[in-house]
C-alpha cells in the first residue's frame, strides 16, 4: 500500500514552467511504477508520463514531449513533473498515481491502484 500526495501546482502565464511533486508515504515505493495524470473540466482524465520502478523506462503522451520531463528519487520516496513552455491547453488537475511494477509500464489510468487527491494547474494565455 502507497498513500500519494501531490503538490507545486498554481497559476502560470504561457510560456512559464512549474514542477510538480508527488510525495510517497512506506518503504516500498521503488518498488511501484509511477505515472502522471491529468483532468481537465468536463474531459476524461487523460495520461501525461510514466515511470519505471528504477527510473530505467518513461512515457511520454505526445503532446508533452521535449516539454515536461518525468523522474524519480526513490531515496526521497517522491516523483516529480517539471513542466516547461507551458501552453493554455495544458491547464488540468494533476494526478499522482501508483501501481505495482510489472514488465509494461502502464499508461491508462485504470491500470493504476494508487491515487493522490491531486494539484491544479492553470496556465493563462
Known amino acids: 500500500q502507497v498513500q500519494l500526495v501531490e503538490s507545486g501546482g498554481g497559476l502560470v502565464q504561457a510560456g512559464g514552467s512549474l514542477r510538480l511533486s508527488c510525495a510517497a508515504s512506506?518503504?516500498?515505493?521503488?518498488?511501484?511504477?509511477m505515472g502522471w495524470f491529468r483532468q481537465a473540466p468536463g474531459k476524461e482524465r487523460l495520461f501525461v508520463a510514466a515511470?519505471?520502478?528504477?527510473?530505467?523506462?518513461?512515457r511520454y503522451e505526445d503532446a508533452v514531449k521535449g516539454r515536461f520531463t518525468i523522474s524519480r528519487d526513490n531515496a526521497k520516496n517522491t516523483m516529480y513533473l517539471q513542466m516547461n513552455s507551458l501552453k493554455p491547453e495544458d491547464t488540468a488537475i494533476y494526478y499522482c498515481?501508483?501501481?505495482?511494477?510489472?514488465?509494461?509500464?502502464?499508461?491508462?489510468?485504470?491500470?493504476?491502484?494508487?491515487w493522490g487527491q491531486g494539484t491544479q494547474v492553470t496556465v493563462t494565455s
Open positions: 498515481a501508483a501501481r505495482s511494477s510489472q514488465f509494461i509500464l502502464r499508461t491508462t489510468p485504470e491500470r493504476y491502484d494508487y
Open positions: 512506506g518503504r516500498t515505493f521503488s518498488t511501484y511504477d
Open positions: 515511470i519505471k520502478w528504477n527510473g530505467s523506462i518513461v
